[in-house]
């Protein structure tokens, strides 16, 4: 039995035992053949079954349930979309709001199935604390956000600004300069929900099988080691992991993001923090950090990692010392009581950035391939929304889902757009990356001269743009 547990801390904190599901033996004649038992598979899974009962459906794992991202992420649902503003700037205005209230109801939708199915993930919506906190230059990049969200019809129900005093009634961070709170988010333990969806869509007759890496795919058919199946539709459902079916490599690829979990804090600590209600929340810089109070008083704490050359997949997640201490560093820099706290667990994962980085839900009748992805670190809600717009797109069912600036109803593979090839991806990323961090140095530094760091934030503005 693989060691499974070290996954994450969430996989570790499951009660019960990780016994691996059987792996495909025989041949197969599905409807649908699923790769990949993560979030987006099991969501595809668990809305075609509830809409057609009769559907025979399979999912072929290469590990187990949750060994990807969905078991091992920083546990926002959030009700957004990476580059959703870009996504839905060329809309009427009334169509906007209505997609941006389609987005907004991610995680209420979550809690119903939840409720439904008897899932308990530790699901608590809080709603997000984007924080001033570090420097004050996040204030006023944080203010002009604000504004760009109200300019796209959103209003103070949606996202509104927190004064340093306001914020303290929820987060109590060392340098508070302020915070847009929004509603629309909520905390839950990732693993939970992968192994409770995993147990409802089994419970509907869909059928997992794990240690089973898929080899080949094509239009019609996969194959594992041992056995093939012939479906009508496949959706590989394999995000970060794309690199592993060609061509899928091409439009998606892997980067990584890493967390740390402290030890369960005390009450007394946490009355000096807050976070009372499950709140998310995270530091505004471009280091791009999230963090949450997990339900056992543990603080959990990621921020982005790195991209290998050639796209390639990172397997080992034992971190080292540099970067579980970077992020021991940047939460100290919040909460200073914690900058000696014992860390408990420490890992991370594979994510799955596109070309646009803007995720895409797409489905192509003709050949039967079926996939959502590119959710660049924002997927926990995204594909839940990505599994059901499948799910309608599959049954070829006329839904307001379907209808959305993200679908890609035509054109199959060939309508994303392919990354450059190396050594151009892996140069930009890092020239990108070295900005980003030059400029939280400059910011972070408070004898930094002005005009240094007006220029390490220009220069990080600009890089940042090759990202939009
Ligand atoms: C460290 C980290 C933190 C994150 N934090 C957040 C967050 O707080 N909020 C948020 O919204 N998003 C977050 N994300 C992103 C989010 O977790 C993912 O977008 C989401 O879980 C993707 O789900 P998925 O089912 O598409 O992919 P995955 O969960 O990665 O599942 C893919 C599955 O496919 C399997 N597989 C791969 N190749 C094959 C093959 N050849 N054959 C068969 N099976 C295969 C894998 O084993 C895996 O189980 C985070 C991601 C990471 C890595």
Same mark, same amino acid.
């Given at each position: ?32 053949? /699923? ?24 999912? /072929? ?269 940047? %939460?100290?820099?919040? %909460? ?95 020239? /990108?990356?070295?900005? %980003? ?32």
């Amino acid at each position: 039995m693989p060691a499974w547990r070290t996954i994450s801390l969430w996989m570790d904190q499951l009660e019960e035992p990780l016994r691996a599901r059987p792996s495909l033996e025989k041949d197969l004649d599905v409807d649908v053949a /699923i790769i990949g038992a993560g979030y987006t598979g099991l969501w595809t899974a668990y809305y075609l079954k509830r809409l057609a009962p009769d559907l025979k459906i399979a999912i /072929i794992e290469a590990q187990t349930a949750g060994f990807g991202a969905s078991g091992r992420n920083g546990g926002w649902l959030m009700g957004n979309l990476l580059g959703e503003d870009r996504l839905l700037a060329d809309l009427p205005a009334e169509q906007r709001r209505a997609s941006f209230d389609l987005l907004h109801r991610i995680p209420d939708e979550v809690e119903v199935v939840l409720e439904r199915e008897g899932i308990d993930c530790d699901f608590r919506k809080g709603g997000v604390l984007y924080c001033a906190a570090r420097y004050p230059e996040q204030e006023s990049s944080l203010r002009r956000y604000l504004d760009s969200l109200y300019r796209q019809g959103l209003n103070e129900a949606d996202y509104c600004w927190l004064s340093p005093e306001q914020l303290a009634q929820q987060i109590r961070v060392a340098k508070p300069y302020g915070a847009i709170f929004a509603p629309h988010c909520a905390t839950i333990q990732p693993a939970k929900l992968v192994s409770g969806l995993a147990r409802a869509v089994e419970r509907m007759g869909v059928s997992i099988y794990e240690n089973s890496p898929v080899s080949h795919w094509q239009s019609g058919r996969l194959r594992t080691a041992k056995a093939s199946v012939r479906s009508r539709w496949i959706v590989p459902a394999v995000e970060g992991y794309a690199v592993t079916l060609a061509p899928l490599g091409r439009y998606q690829l892997p980067v990584q993001s890493l967390l740390v979990a402290t030890e369960p804090l005390s009450a007394s600590t946490w009355d000096e923090i807050g976070l009372s209600r499950g709140q998310a929340f995270s530091e505004s810089s471009r280091q791009v950090t999230y963090g949450q109070r997990t339900a056992d008083n543990r603080l959990v704490f990621g921020a982005r990692g790195g991209y290998q050359f050639a796209g390639k997949l990172r397997h080992d997640f034992d971190l080292t010392r540099n970067e579980v201490e970077l992020r021991r560093y940047l %939460f100290g820099e919040l %909460f200073p009581q914690l900058k000696s706290v014992n860390i408990t667990h420490s890992w991370g994962g594979n994510l799955g950035m596109s070309r646009r980085f803007k995720p895409h839900m797409l489905c192509d009748q003709r050949s039967g391939i079926a996939l959502s992805g590119g959710y660049g670190g924002e997927g926990v809600g995204a594909s839940h929304l990505g599994g059901r717009t499948l799910a309608d797109l599959i049954l070829g069912r006329d839904t307001e889902r379907v209808r959305q600036p993200w679908v890609i109803a035509q054109g199959g593979l060939d309508a994303l757009k392919a990354w450059e090839p190396e050594p151009l991806r892996w140069l930009g990323y890092n020239a /990108i990356i070295r900005s %980003f961090i030059h400029e939280d140095q400059a910011l972070a530094d408070p004898t930094s001269a002005p005009w240094r760091r007006k220029l390490a934030s220009q220069v990080a503005g600009f890089m940042e743009g090759f990202m939009r």
